[in-house]
């Protein structure tokens, strides 16, 4: 099986001896079912797939006789699980009784802990991780090894900064081969089959399919979404709205919805992994807008398939947009806590991030600036230590405003 390596590998591996079921949620065709054959060569067992008809007939009729079956292996590892009605009542039932004999690996498209509620039945039973489209690092990994080795020693200087008092002078280096493969990513996102195919009119159908199916079977079949020319609509319209406020209601009076209904629709996308809303910051300061949320998506390919625009950067009017898609979709795949900031007078910052207990505001340029509402920022809230990311940066370098250490920093090295 050809194999290329994932992150969350090294997360995976630090449970493989205890008796918790491994759960991985993560979007169509993120790589899951690849990961489980992967930790199959390695460890050995039985992969089997719930969309199949017998095998989940089976463990729905008799778990206990379907857990003897594949306990001698040790290892069981379970994909496509939301093929299964109330799975985790079936993993629950397999994990008490065969506990400390056989380990068992569970994945499952976004829709199935939706539906299927798994908590309920898995407290303290499993340890759920999250598998997404790739980060700008996998992609460099599986793209060009040796340049990878470069960009490794880039990426630790910005979080080397966020917990450092050293001020960071570095010149940029192979900054043309960087920029064409950020631009790749971009352009195509991270899933991993568009990542590994070659042929640009392929990638476009391979984004256009994936849409398709993950309309037709996570939203049609599993989560029961029966107009799907208003979905379709509605997920168009949020392409366009990438890194605004999102005004609900205003939407839902333009495309003719019931608000109720679009509440629903995003709540489904952010729960299958295809955006993301993130709410703003505020210290209870009268001017700051409490309630309002900003709108991502996880994967910027996918968002160009909906545009149906797949122009070269420099031919975008929508450069600004990617270029901050880019960054929350890279902070959120590392799990960082992520908000905004604006203000009613329209100072506003993009992303306020939290790194070990750090508040660290983190402005998105096209070309670098340091902008009246990132000083109004730091006047306000002292932070140690801010950022400005950039496409155009020759070097990385720190600068301080009164008592905060600010980082320059190029994207592609993000």
């Known amino acids: 099986m050809e194999y290329l390596p994932r992150k969350l590998e090294k997360e995976l591996e630090k449970w493989i001896k205890r008796d918790e079921v491994i759960l991985i949620k993560g979007p169509r065709q993120s790589g899951k079912t690849t990961l489980l054959k992967y930790f199959q060569e390695k460890y050995g067992g039985t992969y089997i797939s719930l969309e199949f008809e017998d095998l989940s007939q089976a463990l729905i009729k008799d778990p206990l006789l379907f857990g003897k079956r594949y306990v001698e292996g040790k290892f069981l590892y379970i994909d496509e699980a939301q093929y299964v009605k109330d799975i985790g009542k079936y993993i629950k039932i397999l994990h ?6 056989l380990k068992i690996f569970v994945t499952g498209s976004g829709s199935f802990e939706v539906k299927e509620n798994l908590g309920k039945y898995l407290v303290g ?60 990513f971009v352009l195509y996102g991270g899933f991993p089959a568009i990542v590994k195919e070659h042929d ?5 159908q391979l984004l256009k ?16 979404v029966r107009e799907l020319e208003k979905f379709r609509s509605f997920l168009k319209s949020l392409s366009f709205l990438t890194g605004s406020l999102l005004e609900l209601s205003s939407l839902a009076k333009e495309l003719k919805m019931d608000y109720r209904t679009v509440v629903n629709y995003l709540n ?9 809303s993130i709410s703003s910051y505020h210290r209870n300061l009268l001017t700051e807008l409490k309630k309002a949320r900003k709108l991502y998506f996880l994967d910027s390919g996918l968002r160009n398939a909906l545009l149906n625009n797949f122009s070269s950067f420099d031919n ?97 090295y993000l």
């Open 125 to 184: 039973r499993a340890i759920y991780f999250e598998l997404l489209p790739l980060t700008f690092e996998e992609f460099l990994l599986w793209k060009d090894r040796s340049l990878y080795e470069v960009f490794i020693e880039y990426s630790k200087e910005f979080f080397r900064f966020l917990t450092s008092d050293k001020l960071i002078q570095k010149d940029v280096i192979f900054e043309i081969e960087f920029l064409r493969y950020w631009e790749e």
């Open 200 to 204: 640009e009119k392929i990638k476009i």
């Open 268 to 276: 489904l996308l952010v729960q299958t992994y295809i955006v993301e």
């Open 209 to 224: 399919n994936l849409l398709q199916t993950y309309i037709e079977k996570d939203i049609f079949f599993f989560l029961n």
């Open 96 to 101: 008490d009784h065969y506990k400390g004999r």
């Open 316 to 412: 975008r009017t929508d450069k600004g947009v990617i270029l901050e898609n880019f960054v929350f979709s890279e902070f959120r795949k590392l799990g960082l806590e992520i908000k905004f900031w604006r203000t009613a007078a329209k100072a506003e910052v993009d992303f306020i991030i939290f790194y070990e207990g750090n508040l660290i505001p983190v402005e998105v340029e096209l070309t670098p600036e340091i902008t009246r509402s990132f000083i109004s920022f730091i006047k306000n809230y002292s932070p140690e230590r801010a950022a400005i990311i950039s496409l155009n940066l020759r070097r990385i370098s720190s600068k301080k405003l009164n008592h905060t250490k600010i980082f320059l920093f190029p994207c592609f």
